[in-house]
Every structure is written in structure tokens, then in C-alpha cells.
């Protein structure tokens, strides 16, 4: 008898990381830029390298999924455009880490031009450096975000990816005050926008984009619900219907769609 799988994502609760299960199970990350804390000492904030904090939460995240493989979806180091200090450290010593548990596969975004000049020889059976305009990967599209995607990627039922760290600004019932949460973002494409781009598509599938939260929890992002947003790459502010995108929480709370949600405006 023939058997047809069906893939799943269940994002783990309170982590920016989604497991996709399908004949496979891939562990997914994105956006972890490492070695943002030199730039931020430039800038007079003195923070620590926070790689080794990122590091036990990504393996805690390994060991809770047991996945078959890991993903990042790009901007795995912070420092454009050349390498840094901390880069050629850190960036070896994670990724090393992280192989240790399974096969890793990289979408380079766009901090990550010279990624391949810090990964020594020895890591190459277990470790796979994929092109910015993504990959397939048991039937899932695999996306940094900062460049167009490879055309058969809308073939997928799900395209991932990072680049927008997505977030939202929250107000309290009696506006008193606001936070920031960092969010998954659910949409569609537009049908007619990416045929436009892509005139000879082929096996439209009608994907979900899920726009992930950034796993460095330093690096800020797009408020989503700010009227003055501006969305980062051209999937996420070219393909992408805003008008039905939906909003959940890192526990999995749905709080409705973007549209929907009251902004408030710094200070409050």
C-alpha cells in the first residue's frame, strides 16, 4: 500500500524555533547574528558575546525536537561587510556545535556574504551552505527573505523565512503602558504578484509564508502593527497579502490579524 505523509510545523512554546515534520524532521532558526555585540560597542552599549548564551538555548531547542536535520535561515553572523574578530571565533565554534547533532543547512542572507571563508574543511560532510534564494527540503521552502526566491519554491505548501525579525507593540486595556513581543507572522501570497514576477510559474501550490521571530533576542526588528512599518525583501513586501496577515505569540496564543491590532506609539 502507498503511504503519503503529511507535513506538519509545531512551533516550540516560547522559543523562536519551529520543527517541520514530514518524512523528515528539520529544526528550524533564523536570524541569529552572532556577533552583533561588536557593533554594539561601537555604538557605547557594553554588552558580553552573547554566543555561547545562543548556543545552549539552540542545543536545548536540538534536544527538545531530535530533529533529523537543523535549519538557518541566514544572517547566522551579524558583521557586513567584512569579518570580524568575533566572527572568525564564534561562528566556527557554533556551527561546529550545532553538527555535532545532525546535519545543518544555511540559507545565506544578507550578513552572510563571507560565511563560507570561516567554516573549516572538516565540517563539510555535516554542514551545507545554500544559495540566498532558498532551497527545497522535503517539500518546504527555505528562505532567508532579502532576495527573491528560486521559483520552485511556491511548489511548497510552507515557504520559512527570516530577515523581518517580526514583533508587534502591544497596548494594555487601559493604555497605561505597551511592550514589544516578538511574533510568528502567517500569510499568503498574492496569485497575481508572483505570476508577475514570475511569468512561466509552474506548480503554484498556493504556499503559507510564515515570517519567523528572530532567535537573537538583541537584534530588534519590524513592528509589524506600526503604521509606518516598512517590510524588509521582496516576498515579504511584494508577494505577501498584508491585509489577512495573521499574528501568534511565541506560546502559541493567535491574537488576531495585524490589521486588527491597536498601536501604540512609543513612550506610552
Known amino acids: 500500500m502507498m503511504t503519503t505523509t503529511t507535513t506538519t510545523l509545531k512551533p516550540l512554546i516560547d522559543e523562536p524555533a519551529i520543527v517541520v515534520q514530514n518524512e523528515h524532521k528539520a529544526l528550524v532558526i533564523a536570524d541569529l547574528h552572532l556577533g552583533i555585540e561588536a557593533e554594539l560597542r561601537q555604538k557605547g552599549i557594553n554588552i558580553g558575546s552573547q554566543t555561547e548564551k545562543l548556543l545552549e538555548r539552540a542545543i536545548k531547542c536540538v534536544k527538545a525536537a531530535e530533529p533529523d536535520v537543523i535549519v538557518l535561515l541566514g544572517d547566522v553572523k551579524h558583521a557586513v561587510p567584512k569579518i570580524s574578530w568575533m566572527d572568525r571565533k564564534e561562528v566556527p565554534f557554533f556551527l561546529a556545535a550545532l553538527t555535532e547533532y545532525a546535519p545543518v543547512y544555511v540559507v545565506k542572507g544578507n550578513h552572510d556574504g563571507d560565511l563560507d571563508k570561516l567554516l573549516p574543511y572538516a565540517m563539510e560532510p555535516e554542514l551545507y551552505i545554500k544559495s540566498t534564494r532558498g532551497f527545497l527540503f522535503d517539500g518546504v521552502g527555505y528562505l532567508h527573505g532579502h532576495s ?75 513592528t509589524f502593527n506600526s503604521p509606518n512599518k516598512r517590510l524588509l525583501g521582496p516576498i515579504a513586501s511584494k508577494l505577501l497579502r498584508l491585509e489577512d496577515m495573521e499574528v501568534y505569540l511565541l506560546d502559541g496564543t493567535y491574537i488576531g490579524r495585524v490589521l486588527d491590532l491597536e498601536y501604540a506609539p512609543p513612550g506610552i
Open 148 to 222: 527573491w526566491p528560486s521559483q520552485d519554491l511556491f511548489s511548497a505548501k510552507y515557504i520559512l523565512i527570516g530577515h523581518n525579525h517580526p514583533r508587534i507593540r502591544l497596548v494594555s486595556p487601559n493604555s497605561h503602558y505597551s511592550s514589544m513581543k516578538p511574533v510568528w507572522i502567517r500569510a499568503k501570497c498574492d496569485h497575481e504578484a508572483v505570476k508577475k514576477q514570475y511569468p512561466d510559474l509552474s506548480g503554484w501550490n498556493d504556499p503559507w509564508v510564515i515570517i519567523m521571530p528572530a532567535f537573537n533576542e538583541i537584534c530588534g526588528g519590524i
